[in-house]
Nanobody, 114 residues
Framework: QVQLVESGGGLVQPGGSLRLSCAAS????????MNWYRQAPGKERELVAG????????YYADSVKGRFTISRDNAKNTVYLQMNSLKPEDTAVYYC???????WGQGTQVTVSS
């Protein structure tokens, strides 16, 4: 059974940091480009960051460039999203995505508020 399980979300003050993790099981993550999406209340789901299989290439939405870093550890079958200088507008449910059949995790809530 294929699963993507996100963790690391929570409540953080503006300017703070969080590190999200996405652990894959049931498929070999190293064979897939992986992505992080987010969906804020009342808004469409948007692509935040992406990374190729060997980490050679990455993509970032303009809104997070310079603040977020996507990485992967293929040996651990895990993808990460390091989020720094968080802003209230980063508040959303963050989803991990990837794999041959476009798998999705259940999401992890990130709330940025004072």
């Amino acid at each position: 059974q294929v699963q993507l399980v996100e963790s690391g979300g929570g409540l953080v003050q503006p300017g703070g940091s969080l590190r999200l993790s996405c652990a894959a099981s049931g498929f070999t993550l190293s064979s897939s480009a992986m992505n992080w999406y987010r969906q804020a209340p009342g808004k469409e789901r948007e692509l935040v960051a992406g990374i190729t299989t060997t980490s050679r290439n990455t993509y970032y939405a303009d809104s997070v460039k310079g603040r977020f870093t996507i990485s992967r550890d293929n040996a651990k079958n895990t993808v990460y999203l390091q989020m720094n200088s968080l802003k209230p507008e980063d508040t959303a449910v963050y989803y991990c995505n990837g794999g041959r059949y476009n798998y999705w995790g259940q999401g992890t809530q990130v709330t940025v508020s004072s």
